[in-house]
């Protein structure tokens, strides 16, 4: 069955980096766009970044643009986000996803906290 483990995350002050994996399986990766979203407490989650299944096309929330690059290894079957200048208001738990046979498929989720 389709399997998404999210990991990378954890507390960094303002202004720092990390960088998330997610582990796909049960699919065939490499012909599926795949996303990242976060959710905050108390707020819906949104989509952060979505990546091609080639990796030729990103897309960005304005709020992590420039700050924030999604990547992929299809040959790994991961997908990366990278996080640079990290700000309190990113503090969230960030789901890999993948919309597989008209389903939507959530990892566990990595909690991603920037605080000083």
């Known amino acids: 069955q389709v399997q998404l483990v999210e990991s990378g995350g954890g507390l960094v002050q303002p202004g720092g980096s990390l960088r998330l994996s997610c582990a796909a399986s049960g699919f065939t990766f490499s012909m599926y766009d795949m996303s990242w979203y976060r959710q905050a407490p108390g707020k819906e989650r949104e989509l952060v970044a979505l990546i091609s299944k080639r990796g030729g096309s990103t897309t960005y929330a304005h709020s992590v643009k420039d700050r924030f690059t999604i990547s992929r290894d299809n040959a790994k079957n991961t997908v990366y986000l990278q996080m640079n200048v990290l700000k309190p208001e990113d503090t969230a738990v960030y789901y890999c996803?993948?919309?597989?046979?008209?389903?939507?498929?959530w990892g566990q989720g990595t909690q991603v906290t920037v605080s000083s």
């Open positions: 996803n993948v919309l597989y046979a008209a389903r939507r498929y």
